[in-house]
Nanobody, 127 residues
Framework: EVHLVESGGGLVQAGGSLKLSCTAS????????IGWFRQAPGKEREGVSC????????YYADSVKGRFTISRDNAKNTVYLQMNSLKPEDTAVYYC????????????????????WGQGTQVTVSS
């Protein structure tokens, strides 16, 4: 059975930090780029960051560049999202998905149709 389980969300003040984890089981984790997405109430789903399966190439939405860092540990089947300098507009349910992105002609882009995805973890940033 396939599982993607997110953890690490919570309530933090603006300017604070959180580190999210996404742990996978039931599929060949190494084969998949993994993406982080978020959705706030009343808003569309948004791609946040993604990391490739083979060379660790990373990709970020403009809204989080310089503040968030994605990484993966294939030995632990886990992808992390370190979120610093959090803003109230970062408040959302964050979830991970596989594949979260693709690459064409050297350019990465988010994919919004997944093979696997988690249930999400709530991140709330107070002002």
């Amino acid at each position: 059975e396939v599982h993607l389980v997110e953890s690490g969300g919570g309530l933090v003040q603006a300017g604070g930090s959180l580190k999210l984890s996404c742990t996978a089981s039931g599929f060949t984790f190494d084969d998949y780029p993994i993406g982080w997405f978020r959705q706030a109430p009343g808003k569309e789903r948004e791609g946040v960051s993604c990391i490739s399966s083979f060379d660790g190439t990373t990709y970020y939405a403009d809204s989080v560049k310089g503040r968030f860092t994605i990484s993966r540990d294939n030995a632990k089947n886990t992808v992390y999202l370190q979120m610093n300098s959090l803003k109230p507009e970062d408040t959302a349910v964050y979830y991970c998905a596989a594949p979260g992105c693709a690459q064409a002609m050297g350019v990465m882009y988010f994919k919004f149709e997944y093979d696997y995805w988690g249930q999400g973890t709530q991140v709330t940033v107070s002002s």
